[in-house]
């Protein structure tokens, strides 16, 4: 039973481009987070996708915005990269929008040059 | 705002040691949940314990054990007998009534080092 997938695993983009990242949820889960974690510090909220909508969304700026399948598959885009961009980010995936807790992926790590 | 503060940056013992990793957390929500997470180096969040702010019973599972201790705002967890494995980031977490719903809200992490 395959967990959380994510891709790619590393990145580098250069400041101003756009980035795409993806997320595939564990088996039987339809609900996707996705957290940014600068080095040295604890994993930040950015949003939260269920039934393809947009639930719930932490401190992040417009550029940040997602998108998930009818497959329960997720995407998360940045525009306009800045150097402070640069972060793992982790994709979790749960049931019913975490009521038995969350699953991580390994990420993706996001460097902006 | 929900604030989750882990204090120690990093801790090093020697393996058999006991460690204490302490968390102390901030929410106005009446009813919330906590939870830690271990971070090894290859990335991802292993979950740990999910705690609901209604049952303070302490856990204990295996050499793992947790202390609840509402009146303090404190989660803190406790290694007994460590071993090298159990080298990692571990990161403490609050989430608010909707389980984790609304997001979680993590502690800055404690690296812990086990020596053989």
Do not use: M
């Amino acid at each position: 039973d395959a967990g959380v997938t994510q891709s790619p695993t590393h990145l580098i983009k250069t400041r101003g481009q756009q980035v795409t990242l993806r997320c595939s949820p564990k088996s039987g889960h339809d609900t996707v987070s996705w957290y940014q974690q600068a080095l040295g510090q604890g994993p930040q909220f950015i949003f939260q996708y269920y039934e393809e909508e947009e639930r719930q969304r932490g401190n992040f700026p417009d550029r940040f915005s997602g998108h998930q399948f009818p497959n329960y598959s997720s995407e998360l885009n940045v525009n306009a990269l800045l150097l402070g961009d640069s972060a793992l980010y982790l994709c979790a995936s749960s049931f019913s929008r975490g009521l038995n807790g969350y699953t991580f992926g390994s990420g993706t790590r996001l460097t902006v040059v | 705002a929900q604030k989750v503060t882990q204090a120690q940056t990093e801790i090093s013992v020697v393996e058999k040691e006991d460690v204490t990793l302490d968390c102390v957390y901030e929410t106005r929500d009446t009813t919330y949940y906590l939870f830690w997470y271990k971070q090894p180096p290859s990335g991802e969040l292993v979950f740990l314990i999910r705690r609901n702010s209604f049952d303070e019973q302490n856990e204990i599972s295996g050499r793992y054990s947790w202390n609840f201790q509402k009146s303090t705002s404190s989660f803190n967890f406790t290694i007994t007998a460590s071993q090298v494995v159990d080298s990692a980031v571990y990161f403490c977490a609050l989430s608010g009534s909707g389980g984790g719903a609304d997001g979680l809200t993590f502690g800055k992490g404690t690296h812990l080092i086990i020596q053989p």
